[in-house]
């Protein structure tokens, strides 16, 4: 990352509770959609270290959509994790 986001920079898109069981609290979970840009750089290099594709140096905008997830049981392990990384909408 060229230009890593920071908190304000987040945008909440989505937050959800998932009940699997509704009578036990240990089945549930929350997800919560997070959208944010930074600024990357991208490369590919050969066995010699030369560069095939992309560039050390130049900044690529990109826009990345993830999901993260917690189970809302009381348990110390319960700890946050990317459950997916969505691919950007399909513009219109």
Same mark, same amino acid.
């Given at each position: 990352m060229a230009d890593r986001p920071t908190l304000r920079q987040l945008q909440l898109l989505r937050? $959800?509770?998932?009940?699997?069981?509704?009578?036990d609290p240990q089945t549930w979970h929350v997800q919560l959609t997070v959208r944010f840009e930074s600024k990357q750089r991208f490369a590919?290099?050969?066995?010699?270290?030369?560069?095939?594709?992309g560039s050390m140096t130049t900044d690529i905008p990109v826009t990345d959509y993830w999901i993260f997830e917690r189970s809302l049981r009381?348990?110390?392990s319960s700890?946050? $994790?990317v459950a997916a990384r969505l691919p950007p909408p399909i513009p219109s």
């Amino acid at each position: 990352m060229a230009d890593r986001p920071t908190l304000r920079q987040l945008q909440l898109l989505r937050a $959800r509770i998932g009940v699997m069981n509704q009578h036990d609290p240990q089945t549930w979970h929350v997800q919560l959609t997070v959208r944010f840009e930074s600024k990357q750089r991208f490369a590919a290099f050969d066995g010699k270290g030369d560069t095939m594709a992309g560039s050390m140096t130049t900044d690529i905008p990109v826009t990345d959509y993830w999901i993260f997830e917690r189970s809302l049981r009381s348990a110390a392990s319960s700890q946050w $994790r990317v459950a997916a990384r969505l691919p950007p909408p399909i513009p219109s």
